[in-house]
């Protein structure tokens, strides 16, 4: 839930989705061999 | 002669201060440029903070198909009302911004253990064509 809470707060600021996605990942750079199959927002 | 001496020395000095305005001048253009250019890397989307950069690790996936759901066609279930209002706001979230959620990730091994494509599929299985939503207990528990 702590990446739901973080977009919406992101989201909120007025960052653009593929900025978010960037912070997101940047975040959980740790975790990043989890992650789901999701594609990056297009440019 | 004490005179000549005079002026030389003031002379240097005047040429030392020159010389400490210039570096101060060059420092100053320095730290400014630096800063554009951070800003102007933050403005692009990428990890250029962290000096990584994903995006390519996800460019093979295809994003799914993610519709927003209407709030008013909830039927909030009880592992959603019992866990609290911020709980809740995050679903809200979820059903009204699958354009967004879709390409964000989860990062709880569900891509593997549940086929999950994207962190919005922790919150919401299914969008009808009417709108309503079948909501997902991944995320709260």
């Given at each position: 839930?702590?990446?739901?809470r973080?977009v919406?707060?992101m989201?909120?600021?007025?960052?653009?989705?593929?900025?978010?996605?960037?912070?997101?990942d940047?975040?959980?750079?740790?975790l990043?061999?989890q992650?789901t199959p999701?594609?990056?927002?297009?440019? | 002669?004490?005179?000549?001496?005079?002026?030389?020395?003031?002379?240097g000095m005047q040429k030392?201060?020159v010389l400490?305005?210039?570096?101060?001048a060059?420092?100053?253009?320095?730290a400014?440029?630096g800063?554009?250019?951070?800003?102007d890397?933050?403005?692009?989307?990428?990890?250029?903070?962290?000096g990584?950069d994903f995006s390519?690790r996800?460019?093979?996936?295809?994003a799914?198909?993610?519709p927003n759901?209407?709030?008013?066609k909830?039927?909030?279930p009880?592992?959603?009302?019992d866990a609290g209002?911020?709980?809740?706001?995050?679903?809200?979230f979820?059903v009204?911004?699958g354009?967004?959620?879709?390409?964000m990730?989860?990062?709880?091994?569900?891509?593997?253990?549940?086929h999950?494509?994207?962190?919005?599929?922790?919150?919401v299985?299914?969008?009808?064509?009417d709108?309503?939503?079948v909501?997902?207990p991944?995320?709260?528990?």
């Open positions: 839930m702590a990446v739901t973080a919406i707060a989201n909120k600021q007025g960052m653009a989705p593929r900025q978010i996605r960037a912070a997101i940047a975040k959980y750079a740790n990043i061999d992650a999701t594609p990056y927002p297009p440019a | 002669m004490q005179s000549r001496q005079g002026t030389r020395m003031v002379r030392r201060r400490v305005l210039l570096l101060a060059a420092l100053i253009a320095a400014v440029i800063v554009a250019v951070r800003h890397g933050n403005n692009q989307g990428s990890s250029a903070e962290t990584r390519a996800f460019a093979q996936y295809k799914a198909p993610e759901g209407e709030l008013a909830v039927i909030w009880s592992y959603v009302t209002p911020e709980v809740k706001r995050l679903y809200e979820q009204t911004h354009d967004l959620m879709r390409y990730p989860c990062f709880c091994g569900c891509g593997n253990f549940a999950h494509r994207s962190n919005r599929d922790c919150y299985k299914e969008v009808r064509p709108g309503s939503v909501l997902d991944m995320a709260p528990t």
